[in-house]
């Protein structure tokens, strides 16, 4: 029998933060694969090729050189097929103008990075393990913000 694996894709041109992203997807017993990208201007290039496989969730950094998260969700969002995918925005940022920002752009989810890896793993299993199809119905600027 073949196995189902959840596509995510994590955006960020932290090298270090990419690795511990890396680190937890591979603690949690859920089937992944991840996709790995430093900037915007990567992810945007990889959807753009009609690739079989598209990630079903990117998790995506704001503050990226190129293209920053906000422009590279905004151009996500402004092609119909990508409409499938949700997008977690993912930063160190807990300012209200960015959060603000992120919800009138369409993301799906706001995600503060934790400040250890425990917290990270938890993290990640939660969202993954979020029921999508039920959510985006719901979804409202006070549960747009995980906590």
């Not at 995510?8 to 992944?32: G, P, Q, Y």
């Not at 250890?116 to 969202?127: G, P, Q």
Request: hydrophobic fraction near 40%; include cysteine; charge should be negative.
């Amino acid at each position: 029998m073949k196995e189902h694996k959840l596509h995510i894709a994590l955006v960020d041109d932290d090298e270090d933060d990419r690795s511990f992203f890396e680190e937890a997807i591979e603690e949690i017993n859920i089937a992944t694969q991840l996709f790995l990208f430093e900037n915007g201007q990567e992810i945007l290039k990889f959807l753009n090729l009609n690739q079989p496989i598209l990630p079903k969730l990117i998790f995506l950094d704001l503050n990226m050189p190129i293209i920053n998260g906000l422009q590279c969700l905004k151009e996500i969002r402004s092609h119909n097929h990508l409409d499938i995918i949700k997008v977690a925005i993912y930063s160190t940022s807990s300012s209200s103008t960015d959060i603000e920002s992120a919800f009138a752009e369409g993301a799906n989810l706001y995600v503060t990075k934790p400040d250890s890896f425990k917290k990270l793993t938890e993290i990640i299993h939660n969202i993954l393990r979020i029921d999508w199809s039920k959510s985006d119905k719901e979804l409202t600027r006070d549960n747009f913000i995980y906590s």
